[in-house]
């Protein structure tokens, strides 16, 4: 069977753990070239290539904090000498943040500050990295972009204010880019998860809060990293040719739009 | 990755042989060192325990004793506590289950031991508990003191991660001093928690040694065995055969065999509303220690007559023990535990094949649900996520058809309205049940409960008596007598 993503090149940013890690594997499995962009955790992204090369496809780790554009575009070259083209971004890198419903901050108490950080997080990474890839990504046929938002935009179950603003914002980054790439063959698409799970971040989300959801989602689970990074493999896939512009939701029907 | 397993006061590290045993799951391994004590070690130590406990647990007021429990609970319960964190991290890995269900379930189990509840424990037994530490007047006249084993043996089995805790708690409640034998498939929280206890109270901390030999090996074996005045063992029936015969005939002996749970579920909680809830619960019943609990459904009987058919339930059923599979995996099962699956499962396709079971869930898939819809008698599942449902035209059909198994029986979990809830109740308890549970709540006895219908606490303690007539007797002799 031929494999989906055979010579194909994947840029998965915060790739080193979680769903970027998922991600990563995945388009591995499928036989892609991918590159695992980490910030700091340089052992867990050299196990995360690890893992790919076991699966079957190729895998380079390379460091950039996708919201300094200075390292982004250290990163593109890099890629530009090493490989000479890029098919696919998956913007999944965030800014840190901690999922916790009782803890959360509420509005009065959220700082500007906080707001821009996750704009800055969210929006400016999808902007530094997308700047910086796009000429490596004219060079494919085909090129895809995907970014990770988040299903908390549609129906905010727990008002992370700063975090799901931000998210917002780049799925309107993502329309706007979408209808100006569409002409040159560039697709831009967002998959937004429900609450993932298990993942660092939402460690300290209670199960009372999990419970709740799940009694909600039709499908009666959380979705997992693997849920996540099957609809993104599929935004990225020629299956989705036709598609762009678009937010799947992927979190077992708890949003339908 | 090595641990220690046991707690042995009195004796050092280097005293001991230990043996190894290597436990892998989740892709980790972890080395257990298991002590094996020779001959005369564990003579001294069990004389060391009844000395100590004579000397220090007997003349301690229970209050202090339930005190230090609940201290050690609380660090148990404390995510932070790095006896906590390395439960967490090394019980998967030991007994099979997955992280969550270990971590969940821990929590739900040892906040039954909290002071409240030991204090509810302790009034649910004696109604006063004061008999525990001195005579109290009883309602006809004289008085009545409790008094424990001086030296009970705890022979656990089974790999429910911290099962031991509760026998353990039940002798230091009644002021025993107690020996705990390891189980082989989980030798590790009895150990952490007697050590905790010492930390925290080194007095009661001498007063417990948790120990461990192999099964089979009946010299070790009979050294504890002769030396307890009273002994509590779980196992099956075979296995508390054998510790029996060897007992001496004054040791009172607490078994506690194999058991077998079932769920029953009304027409009344199969609307289309409820019923999807009800598959949530249990599917959880049936997750939670792959039904290897004495409490587990085995079976679900589901009534027809409401607006969900038991078919409709079973596909519900199906589809929460799929959803499950992410979030609680099943272990890789060993050959042995895969084969008795698919020998479960071929049993029932059999039944399939002409028309009279429907099988749900592939070969592949972490469950199967068989659904049958004529009645048939309760019979063990295949474990790991394996169960029937049969259909009945009312549940009030189910005492008959679980009755033949009237001493392996143990947990109902019952989903039905609080009349029929109290009916059911009278007839299963006829026929032997000793536990009627929420489903979703069968892997949970709450704090106090019967375990299979005894009295924890009683059983374990003698009653001494100064009748009315001594007292009277008594005042003739008074110093002060006219």
């Known amino acids: 069977m031929k494999l989906k993503f055979r010579d194909k090149v994947i840029l998965v940013t915060g790739a080193s753990r979680g769903i970027g890690a998922a991600i990563a594997k995945a388009f591995a499995a499928e036989g892609g070239l991918i590159i695992v962009n980490y910030r700091t955790s340089e052992a867990a992204a050299l196990s995360v290539v690890d893992a790919c090369r076991k699966a079957g496809g190729e895998a380079i780790a390379i460091a950039a904090d996708v919201t300094d554009s200075q390292a982004v575009a250290a990163m593109a070259e890099r890629i530009g000498q090493d490989i000479g083209r890029l098919d696919v971004v998956v913007n999944n890198a965030f800014a840190p943040y901690r999922f916790d419903p009782e803890q959360r901050q509420r509005f009065p108490e959220i700082s500007w500050g906080a707001y821009r950080a996750q704009f800055d997080g969210a929006v400016g990474a999808a902007y530094a990295v997308c700047r910086a890839m796009l000429p490596l990504l004219d060079r494919g046929q085909g090129a895809s972009i995907v970014n990770i938002v988040s299903d908390l935009v549609a129906q905010p179950s727990i008002p992370y204010h700063d975090y799901t603003t931000a998210k917002a914002a780049l799925i309107g980054f993502s329309r706007n880019l979408a209808g100006e790439l569409g002409p040159q063959g560039i697709r831009v698409n967002c998959v937004a998860p429900g609450l993932v799970h298990p993942t660092d971040s939402s460690a300290a989300t209670k199960e009372d809060v999990r419970e709740t959801l799940i009694a909600q989602t039709p499908l009666r689970r959380l979705a997992t990293p693997n849920d996540v990074a099957g609809a993104v493999l599929f935004l990225a896939s020629e299956w989705s040719g036709f598609v762009t512009g678009q937010t799947l939701h992927v979190d077992g029907g708890l949003v339908m739009e | ?482």
């Open chain 2, 1 to 482: 990755m090595k641990v220690f397993a046991g707690h042995l006061p009195g004796l050092s590290r280097d005293d001991v042989e230990w043996r190894e045993a290597t436990f892998s799951a989740w892709g980790e391994s972890v080395k257990v060192m298991l002590p094996v004590l020779h001959e005369a070690q564990a003579r001294a130590l069990c004389a060391d325990i009844r000395a100590h406990a004579g000397a220090r647990l007997k003349t301690m007021e229970v209050a202090r004793i339930a005190a230090a429990i609940d201290a050690a609970i609380a660090r148990l319960l404390d995510r932070d506590h790095p006896l906590r964190r390395e439960a967490e991290r090394l019980l998967p890995v030991v007994t099979g289950y997955d992280p969550e269900t270990v971590r969940l379930g821990l929590t739900s189990y040892l906040k039954t031991f909290r002071l409240p509840q030991l204090k509810r424990f302790l009034a649910e037994d004696f109604g006063n508990p004061g008999v525990l530490d001195a005579f109290e007047p009883t309602p006809k006249g004289g008085f009545v003191r409790a008094y424990g084993p001086e030296l009970l043996l705890h022979v656990w089995a089974g790999n429910v991660p911290g099962l031991s805790l509760w026998s353990l708690i039940c002798g230091l409640l009644v002021k025993a001093g107690s020996v705990g034998k390891l189980a082989s498939a989980e030798p590790l929280m009895a150990g952490w928690f007697a050590s905790l206890l010492a930390e925290i109270d080194p007095e009661i901390g001498a007063c417990l040694a948790i120990v461990w030999w192999k099964g089979g090996d009946a010299a070790a074996a009979d050294i504890f065995l002769h030396e307890a005045d009273t002994v509590m063992a779980y196992g099956s029936n075979a296995t508390l055969a054998g510790l029996r015969a060897r007992l001496p005939v004054t040791t009172r002996f607490l078994p506690h065999g194999h058991k077998i749970g079932f769920g029953m579920i009304g027409r009344e909680a199969l609307d289309s509303r409820k019923a999807a809830a009800v598959a949530r619960l249990a599917a959880c019943d049936v997750i939670r220690y792959e039904q290897q609990g004495c409490y587990s459904p085995q079976m679900i009987f589901v009534e027809r007559g409401g607006p969900v058919s038991p078919a409709g339930f079973a596909r519900h059923l199906g589809h929460e023990l799929a959803a499950a599979a992410s979030r609680h995996p099943r272990r890789r099962l060993s050959a042995g535990d895969a084969g008795a699956v698919a020998a479960w499962r071929n049993a029932q396709e059999l039944q399939a094949l002409d028309g009279a079971a429907t099988v749900l869930g592939g070969p592949g898939d972490p469950w199967s649900i068989v659904h049958v819809e004529s009645p048939e008698p309760l019979h063990p599942s295949g474990l790991y996520r394996t169960l029937k449902l049969v259909a009945v035209d009312s549940l009030e059909e189910v005492p008959a058809l679980v009755g033949r198994f009237r001493h392996f029986l143990q947990t109902a979990g019952v989903a039905a309205s609080p009349e029929r809830l109290h009916r059911l109740a009278a007839l299963l308890g006829a026929v032997g049940v000793t536990r009627v549970a929420a489903l979703g709540g069968m892997t949970s006895p709450e704090a106090g409960w019967h375990h299979d219908g005894r009295f924890s606490l009683l059983d374990l303690v003698t009653m001494t008596e100064i009748e009315r007539g001594a007292e009277l007797a008594a005042e003739g002799f008074a110093p002060y007598v006219d």
